[in-house]
């Protein structure tokens, strides 16, 4: 299958400051990719959806402003959590998929640790 | 938008008997329905997917099924073994979307 691959896969940082999510598409073109956030002993919940040129589409109670999101390439996008808070401290998975497919590829994810 | 129930949220089986989990949809326009499990902090791993223009897929010792009318498919495992241990997860979607989640179900198997 595709590989998705995402850096880094901890981060601990302090209250305050901002922190950069990497979600890349190793072998393949992603025309959209999915940012997905996991509190423990929970589901997948859908931040927002990037197509690859265009702004984010967010779901409802996520602020586009605290959770930046940019998908410049069709094998890159990021996910920048501004301002972090210990309640942002969470498990972050993207997922990516190409054109006219159905099946999606998860990364790794990258675990969130706000002091 | 789409909705997913899943149940049961655990469930505890004796190795060799059979797992289900079930799962309702509310959007008639879903057309891909995955299974996934998850080991912890690790990301979720496709075990299984059909689509709706399927009722029934097999692999091994997975199956799953789609009742298309009732908006409800099912994961079934047989043979349930110590290593099948983890959350599960079902998924919908139209081809495209974001995945819709289950709950999740964490599945427990005792030797």
């Known amino acids: 299958g595709a590989v998705v691959s995402q850096h880094p896969s901890r981060v601990i940082c302090k209250s305050g400051t901002s922190v950069k999510i990497e979600c890349r598409s190793l072998d393949f073109q992603a025309t959209t990719m999915f940012w997905y956030r996991q509190f423990p002993k929970q589901s997948l919940m859908l931040m927002a959806t990037s197509n690859e040129g265009s702004k984010a589409t967010y779901e409802q109670g996520v602020e586009k402003d605290k959770f930046l999101i940019n998908h410049a390439s069709l094998t890159l996008s990021t996910l920048t959590v501004t301002s972090a808070h210990p309640e942002d401290s969470s498990f972050y998975i993207c997922?990516?998929?190409?054109?006219?497919?159905?099946?999606?590829?998860f990364g790794p994810g990258t675990r969130l640790t706000v002091t | 938008g789409e909705n997913v129930e899943q149940h049961p949220s655990t469930l505890s089986v004796q190795e060799g008997d059979s797992a289900v989990i079930k799962c309702t949809y509310s959007?008639?326009?879903?057309?891909?329905f995955p299974w996934y499990k998850q080991e912890l902090g690790k990301r979720p791993q496709l075990i299984i997917d059909?689509?709706?223009?399927?009722g029934e897929k097999k692999d091994q010792r997975i199956a799953v099924t789609l009742n298309k009318t009732a908006k409800h498919f099912s994961l079934h495992i047989t043979e349930t073994q110590p290593e099948d241990s983890a959350v599960y997860f079902c998924a919908a979607n139209q081809a495209g979307t974001a995945l819709i989640f289950g709950k999740g179900t964490t599945l427990s198997v005792s030797s």
């Open positions: 997922s990516a998929a190409g054109a006219g497919t159905m099946e999606q590829y």
């Open positions: 959007d008639s326009a879903s057309n891909y």
């Open positions: 059909i689509r709706s223009n399927v």
